[in-house]
């Protein structure tokens, strides 16, 4: 997380966000991978593509005291217990006599992906900790001279990876390094320049790039042929910036069919994006890789039993896939070169389903259905005008008929991917579904998948979109109907009733003026049959919210700092403040410790004009608004530990212009500590809130 001040605006940036590149005009920017043509970047990318399900792993010194410093478990302390535990880089390096990986079988390790699906493999050829697996001529801090191993851990894999047909990339930490000096260290709240051990201040960074870094990523790139992927960490966040980016790039430009991710730095965006720990709720606009932990921990910690179950991973790779994204899935290894046990039985349970099931997750894209209520969706595009859509069935139907929304397209038939024959399944449809019959008891516990076979690219009977500014109204509002499906109308009723074949027909695109609350309700139809789901959208008309006389009025809000383990945005009125005082933006860096806090911002928000607002926020872990008692934004649960940023839009209230008190409730439990906090309304679209608009009244 990187803070950045920009005059009296302040944003939180989150670390994985893909920045476009810098314009500045540098020789050395003819090197980089935005130069590609759309057809360099598909071809490259093709293959990736297609794959969809990696392994990821993070294997290091930190195996050794697998989250116990001194007989104490530390919290998060599987690959970062040195920086979690402040350990000093002398004592630190001591674990490396005890990094002794007798029974490492990297063909064994390859084979395990394999079986489980896995397409490609990701190792941590250096993490944070600066230990290199294999022999680094530029370090002594790596296994062939630190410990009693003495080989190259990454040239077998890499021959294993080859001999089994999986591709091999490498993860290497090139900002945080907390042994080599000049290597970038964090303080608890995840800021550059936590150093614990004046060692680690020796050198520069500048020198620390050019003596280890790029040695290193040479060392990586032509030691061990053909590498498929640069799997960077650290420099979208910590002082990696646009010269020392290009110092690598200056490496990696001989290598063109290199894939590499969005955290080089230098606001380089790479070739996908990297969500970490979460599932974005609707996909991305562009290449993207979930990569997760089957537990809490990346390096292996002896006492984390938190474990995902198999079938929620497994559900977690074909909701992955169905948004359009790949599955980075973490293993940890032990000193001792075995992955544990857990992990091995959750990748068996997943290959015995990929086994049968694994046409419908490589080289399909997103699902083209809005919402699925037993399932998700995937499609491939057979390349002959023929269509699949896989239909991942969560809950089974116990009528047995399976029920997916209509699509324009002809359908050539369906039968279950499960079965060898392929029976045919019967499929008819049925007002504004296709019923597929299937079978009563499910093929599979965890995701049974039927095929439905159609010509052409699908054109899904989706209802219309209603489409307005706010879904309340102060003196009237513009209500536009969508949809691209062909040869439909749209009907529409605004008594809250449902659209029949009488009701009106929405036509050339003329807005429907709303000037009172109203119930919209449209969806498609053909023929004179309804052929979609009805969309419906409430509007209600309100009275502006009077503003608040205030005297004494100065720059700021309050804040109150609060500590406590919750898992949900508490009430703060039951607690005791740690620490309190004033700030000029949504700071969360005003915390005690790193984890497990909460703050309150209190104050007075100045409205410039009458009329609709919308609050939203980004955050980690939770956060609720309030403009005076109304609660205008509350946040919501993650389905996953761990998430990096969460989003939730506010509903819209009507304010008349001038002041109005605000309350924004934070929490933070774990990771990185982000708030951000924005607004749109009358003649401005979505932008963040300023300092220049709050305010606290001085008794």
Same mark, same amino acid.
């Given at each position: 997380?990187?803070?950045?001040?920009?005059?009296?605006?302040?944003?939180?940036?989150?670390?994985?966000?893909?920045?476009?590149?810098?314009?500045?005009?540098?020789?050395?920017?003819?090197?980089?991978?935005?130069?590609?043509?759309?057809?360099?970047?598909?071809?490259?990318?093709?293959?990736?593509?297609?794959?969809?399900?990696?392994?990821?792993?993070?294997?290091?010194?930190?195996?050794?005291?697998?989250?116990?410093?001194?007989?104490?478990?530390?919290?998060?302390?599987?690959?970062?217990?040195?920086?979690?535990?402040?350990?000093?880089?002398?004592?630190?390096?001591?674990?490396?006599?005890?990094?002794?990986?007798?029974?490492?079988?990297?063909?064994?390790?390859?084979?395990?992906?394999?079986?489980?699906?896995?397409?490609?493999?990701?190792?941590?050829?250096?993490?944070?900790?600066?230990?290199?697996?294999?022999?680094?001529?530029?370090?002594?801090?790596?296994?062939?001279?630190?410990?009693?191993?003495?080989?190259?851990?990454?040239?077998?894999?890499?021959?294993?990876?080859?001999?089994?047909?999986?591709?091999?990339?490498?993860?290497?930490?090139?900002?945080?390094?907390?042994?080599?000096?000049?290597?970038?260290?964090?303080?608890?709240?995840?800021?550059?320049?936590?150093?614990?051990?004046?060692?680690?201040?020796?050198?520069?960074?500048?020198?620390?790039?050019?003596?280890?870094?790029?040695?290193?990523?040479?060392?990586?790139?032509?030691?061990?042929?053909?590498?498929?992927?640069?799997?960077?960490?650290?420099?979208?966040?910590?002082?990696? $910036?646009? #010269?020392? *980016?290009?110092?690598? /790039?200056?490496?990696?430009? @001989?290598?063109?069919?290199?894939?590499? %991710?969005?955290? +080089?730095?230098?606001?380089?965006?790479?070739?996908?994006?990297?969500?970490?720990?979460?599932?974005?709720?609707?996909?991305?606009?562009?290449?993207?890789?979930?990569?997760?932990?089957?537990?809490?921990?990346?390096?292996?910690?002896?006492?984390?039993? $938190?474990? #995902?179950? *198999?079938?929620?991973? /497994?559900?977690?790779?074909? @909701?992955?896939?169905?948004?359009?994204? %790949?599955?980075? +899935?973490?293993?940890?290894?032990?000193?001792?070169?075995?992955?544990?046990?857990?992990?091995?039985?959750?990748?068996?349970?997943?290959?015995?389903?990929?086994?049968?099931?694994?046409?419908?997750?490589?080289?399909?894209?997103?699902?083209?259905?809005?919402?699925?209520?037993?399932?998700?969706?995937?499609?491939?595009?057979?390349?002959?005008?023929?269509?699949?859509?896989?239909?991942?069935?969560?809950?089974?139907?116990?009528?047995?008929?399976?029920?997916?929304?209509?699509?324009?397209?002809?359908?050539?038939?369906?039968?279950?991917?499960?079965?060898?024959?392929?029976?045919?399944?019967?499929?008819?449809?049925?007002?504004?579904?296709?019923?597929?019959?299937?079978?009563?008891?499910?093929?599979?516990?965890?995701?049974?998948?039927?095929?439905?076979?159609?010509?052409?690219?699908?054109?899904?009977?989706?209802?219309?979109?209603?489409?307005?500014?706010?879904?309340?109204?102060?003196?009237?509002?513009?209500?536009?109907?969508?949809?691209?499906?062909?040869?439909?109308?749209?009907?529409?009723?605004?008594?809250?009733?449902?659209?029949?074949?009488?009701?009106?027909?929405?036509?050339?695109?003329?807005?429907?003026?709303?000037?009172?609350?109203?119930?919209?309700?449209?969806?498609?139809?053909?023929?004179?049959?309804?052929?979609?789901?009805?969309?419906?959208?409430?509007?209600?008309?309100?009275?502006?919210?009077?503003?608040?006389?205030?005297?004494?009025?100065?720059?700021?809000?309050?804040?109150?700092?609060?500590?406590?383990?919750?898992?949900?945005?508490?009430?703060?009125?039951?607690?005791?403040?740690?620490?309190?005082?004033?700030?000029?933006?949504?700071?969360?860096?005003?915390?005690?410790?790193?984890?497990?806090?909460?703050?309150?911002?209190?104050?007075?928000?100045?409205?410039?004009?009458?009329?609709?607002?919308?609050?939203?926020?980004?955050?980690?872990?939770?956060?609720?608004?309030?403009?005076?008692?109304?609660?205008?934004?509350?946040?919501?649960?993650?389905?996953?530990?761990?998430?990096?940023?969460?989003?939730?839009?506010?509903?819209?209230?009507?304010?008349?212009?001038?002041?109005?008190?605000?309350?924004?409730?934070?929490?933070?439990?774990?990771?990185?500590?982000?708030?951000?906090?924005?607004?749109?309304?009358?003649?401005?679209?979505?932008?963040?809130?300023?300092?220049?608009?709050?305010?606290?009244?001085?008794?």
């Amino acid at each position: 997380m990187l803070l950045v001040v920009i005059g009296m605006a302040v944003y939180l940036v989150f670390f994985n966000s893909c920045a476009p590149p810098h314009q500045e005009k540098k020789e050395e920017q003819t090197i980089i991978h935005s130069q590609e043509t759309k057809e360099q970047k598909d071809q490259k990318m093709a293959w990736w593509r297609d794959a969809k399900f990696g392994m990821f792993i993070h294997w290091g010194v930190y195996a050794v005291p697998a989250g116990v410093y001194k007989e104490e478990k530390v919290d998060r302390g599987g690959s970062w217990i040195m920086q979690h535990a402040h350990i000093p880089v002398t004592e630190y390096r001591e674990y490396a006599k005890q990094f002794n990986p007798v029974k490492y079988d990297p063909e064994q390790w390859v084979e395990l992906a394999k079986e489980a699906g896995m397409k490609y493999l990701v190792i941590t050829t250096k993490h944070h900790e600066g230990f290199a697996l294999y022999d680094s001529k530029v370090t002594d801090w790596d296994v062939v001279d630190a410990s009693p191993y003495g080989k190259d851990l990454l040239k077998p894999l890499v021959e294993a990876c080859r001999n089994n047909d999986i591709r091999i990339g490498f993860y290497y930490s090139h900002a945080c390094d907390w042994v080599h000096p000049g290597g970038e260290v964090q303080s608890l709240d995840f800021k550059p320049g936590g150093h614990w051990d004046p060692v680690q201040k020796t050198k520069s960074m500048d020198a620390y790039f050019s003596d280890i870094v790029v040695p290193q990523v040479k060392e990586i790139l032509t030691e061990y042929g053909k590498i498929d992927i640069l799997w960077w960490d650290g420099g979208g966040w910590y002082n990696v $910036n646009r #010269k020392r *980016a290009d110092m690598i /790039l200056a490496v990696t430009k @001989d290598y063109p069919q290199l894939l590499m %991710n969005n955290r +080089l730095g230098g606001d380089y965006p790479g070739d996908w994006s990297t969500p970490e720990q979460y599932i974005p709720a609707t996909g991305l606009d562009y290449d993207w890789e979930t990569c997760m932990t089957m537990n809490d921990t990346w390096g292996y910690r002896s006492w984390d039993d $938190n474990w #995902k179950s *198999a079938e929620a991973l /497994l559900r977690n790779l074909i @909701d992955i896939v169905s948004k359009g994204g %790949n599955y980075l +899935l973490n293993v940890g290894p032990k000193a001792d070169g075995t992955i544990p046990e857990a992990s091995i039985e959750r990748l068996k349970v997943i290959g015995q389903w990929m086994t049968v099931n694994g046409e419908s997750i490589y080289g399909t894209t997103a699902s083209p259905f809005e919402q699925l209520p037993w399932g998700r969706s995937t499609k491939k595009d057979l390349g002959n005008g023929v269509t699949h859509l896989f239909m991942h069935v969560f809950n089974w139907p116990e009528d047995g008929e399976l029920r997916v929304p209509r699509v324009h397209n002809n359908v050539q038939g369906a039968y279950l991917l499960a079965d060898e024959n392929r029976q045919e399944l019967r499929v008819i449809s049925r007002g504004d579904k296709l019923i597929i019959d299937v079978p009563v008891k499910a093929p599979d516990q965890i995701c049974s998948v039927v095929t439905l076979i159609i010509k052409g690219d699908p054109v899904v009977m989706n209802p219309p979109l209603i489409e307005a500014e706010a879904e309340v109204i102060f003196d009237q509002m513009e209500v536009s109907l969508k949809t691209n499906v062909p040869e439909v109308v749209i009907r529409y009723t605004l008594d809250g009733g449902m659209p029949t074949e009488q009701s009106p027909v929405y036509e050339n695109m003329v807005p429907i003026i709303l000037t009172g609350s109203t119930t919209v309700q449209a969806a498609l139809f053909r023929n004179g049959e309804r052929v979609s789901e009805v969309k419906e959208k409430a509007f209600s008309k309100q009275v502006p919210r009077p503003d608040e006389k205030v005297k004494n009025l100065r720059q700021g809000l309050k804040y109150q700092y609060f500590e406590g383990v919750w898992s949900d945005v508490p009430d703060y009125k039951n607690y005791k403040s740690e620490n309190e005082g004033i700030v000029y933006f949504w700071d969360v860096t005003r915390g005690l410790r790193s984890d497990h806090f909460g703050m309150q911002f209190s104050g007075y928000i100045k409205v410039p004009e009458t009329g609709v607002y919308r609050f939203d926020a980004a955050y980690n872990d939770g956060c609720n608004v309030s403009i005076g008692k109304q609660q205008i934004l509350k946040s919501k649960r993650g389905l996953l530990d761990h998430d990096i940023k969460r989003e939730s839009n506010g509903i819209p209230v009507v304010l008349e212009s001038g002041l109005h008190p605000i309350t924004v409730n934070y929490f933070q439990r774990i990771d990185h500590a982000v708030l951000e906090l924005f607004w749109s309304g009358p003649g401005f679209a979505k932008r963040p809130v300023q300092s220049q608009v709050l305010f606290h009244e001085v008794i």
